[in-house]
């Protein structure tokens, strides 16, 4: 089986409290155009990786930022 990585995306985030969790949780519960996401508070760079098929990296950046949070993709 062959494990198809190019709908993963990995971004460093400034989302260090749980309540910005929370409010980054909700923006991606809306959004049906992401199959999957988790953050880890705990990482030095506050990871968060997003599954989707149709949404990319620079509308997943945009939308962050719009809350006030930096965000920049992992390579």
Known sequence: MILDLTHI??????????PDKLLVQKLFEASVAVDDRNHHLEDVDCVLRV???????MEIISQLNALGFECSELD
């Open 9 to 18: 995306l990995i971004f460093r985030t400034s989302i260090y409290t749980f």
């Open 51 to 57: 599954v989707s098929r149709q949404v990319g990296s």
